[in-house]
């Protein structure tokens, strides 16, 4: 509903009567541009992705059709990730020129923030997908968010180009071959550039990824976790504590993961922008946002023009 | 100096002129257990690790032979971390029953600390040793940290036994075999959990463990400063800021690297400890005291046994 008020048409896809009976709470919800899809089925959050294949009424599938169709502009799902990626996947297929689809999020950074991908669609790769990758996201950056030429760094364990993993170092040839052709390659980058914004976009395979991911949010909430603790500790603190706490909000704020909304599948032909489970009314209303700004920036389109000559490891 | 008041005998070996002079500058310096030892060459911090093989009057290398040969305890360096540990390998060499030592380092977490390994000395690893560095870990902290039958997890992007990379999934199978046999085995843990302490020890491969070290350092950091910029953002903010200030302290001071000293070379036979090039005197006093209560709990000698009777994938 928040996002409708904004001007997104949006279609809720699940159980017609559920849905309609959840609408109807809420004044005013016949009027905004909201219409309600049946899907019967749904794939729980302790189900199988591959679910997905067998179960064509599920709600994901639903969804992901009505992207195909041309019936919807993008897919939104707070709810099972893995099945999110895989209706996806086969609803819509890949991008020619990119061997897997990989999920794009953003993390606050000194200066704004630092796009992360692959944060958890694969957690194997080759070291062409980083490359392919590299150039997904720079296409994103730039006609969604805005960045002009933005910079790509390569997530290692030192600097220097030789330092790594065998596969990173792979990689490290290939993004430095890609250099002025469609990336605009920084280096390597370490796990402490992620927050200092050293690079606009960091690269890295999907399990390293993902644990940075959790990693970060988790730390953010232990280390204001004891912020608060150390607030309350000593009455003199706990004065302070009250005359800081509106300064400190901001900064909570900005760390709060629903300020993003959700992360892109990037790869796919077709919007698909997976949320946390936990997501608030904020996080699915900018999703939305983004979903709509994407849409309207046409960045499938751009991520296939900027891909095709490409030639994918895979067919 | 401070940990030669504090009763640690130190061997200080480098260019024995230079460091006399640096100690005469220090007032009561001479009745301290302090011993210079003479080593002409250095490896420096952009020269390659494995000059270690020609150095041999490099200071690492008469730091490690010092160990060999049951002059010293242990080594301990905050010089270049490559060389300390190809010296360290080649001076002294492997336990039985260890393919490949791992750093072991400490990260703040709920109720204390995480224990994290490896951070750093194998980009490439097997699933054999993470089981191996399992087992080291365990041994680590029951003798030298005193915890009781520590619980360990295995780093991945899900919680359930199946969930990860290919790597992580065989090493789950090795370390789900292992325990009750040395190894107190909890399961999957993920980046969000290693701040939070659900498990003692988390086991990683070296590149991983890499970036979440450097991620966590550069967080708390990025987070701190932020912190401060906020209380700095109001008049009212200020004043609260000041109130807050002692209270705030005692937490950067548990979140300072330096607390914990040095990170240990697990896997060698002799003691091994390397900090950070940029460790303050604190942290070299308190690496210098680690290694001492390493000595004394027999801690090589204990690894040892605990790793006899494995077979090592490569000899």
């Known amino acids: 509903m928040q996002a409708a008020r904004g001007g997104v048409g949006v279609l809720l896809v699940g159980p017609r009567v559920a849905l309609h009976a959840e609408l109807g709470k809420h004044a005013g919800s016949a009027a905004l541009p909201i219409e309600v899809v049946e899907a019967a089925d749904v794939i729980g959050m302790d189900e199988h992705a591959s679910d997905v294949r067998s179960r064509k009424e599920a709600s994901i599938n639903v969804c992901t059709a009505l992207v195909k169709e041309g019936r919807a502009a993008a897919a939104v799902s707070m709810g099972h990730s893995g099945a999110t990626m895989a209706s996806a ?33 694969n957690a194997d790769v080759k070291a062409a997908y980083l490359a392919q990758w590299a150039r997904l996201a720079t296409v994103y950056l730039r006609v969604v968010e805005d960045r002009e030429n933005p910079t790509v760094g390569l997530l290692s364990i030192g600097e220097e180009d030789h330092k790594g993993s065998a596969l990173v170092v792979e990689a490290h040839g290939l993004l430095r071959a890609a250099h002025g052709q469609g990336v605009n390659f920084h ?11 050293t690079t606009d976009i960091v690269v890295t395979d999907g399990f390293t990824g993902n644990v940075v ?7 953010a909430k232990v280390l204001f976790g004891w912020v608060r603790e150390a607030l309350g500790s000593t009455l003199k603190s706990k004065v302070g504590g009250l005359l800081v706490r509106g300064a400190l909000r901001g900064l909570a704020e900005r760390m709060d993961p629903s300020t993003y909304g959700a992360s892109i599948l990037l790869g796919v032909r077709g919007l698909t922008f997976i949320g946390h489970g936990s997501a608030d009314a904020r996080a699915v209303k900018n999703a939305l946002l983004r979903a709509e700004r994407a849409h309207e920036a046409q960045l499938v389109a751009r991520l296939e023009a900027a891909l095709a000559g490409e030639t994918p490891q895979s067919v």
């Open 187 to 197: 280096g390597n980058v370490e796990g402490r550039d992620i927050l200092r914004g």
């Open 213 to 219: 991911l959790k990693l970060a949010e988790g730390e």
């Open 89 to 121: 996947l086969l609803t819509l297929g890949r991008i020619k020129g990119v061997d897997r689809p990989a999920i794009l999020t953003h993390l606050p950074a000194q200066g704004g923030f630092t796009t992360l991908l692959d944060v958890g669609a």
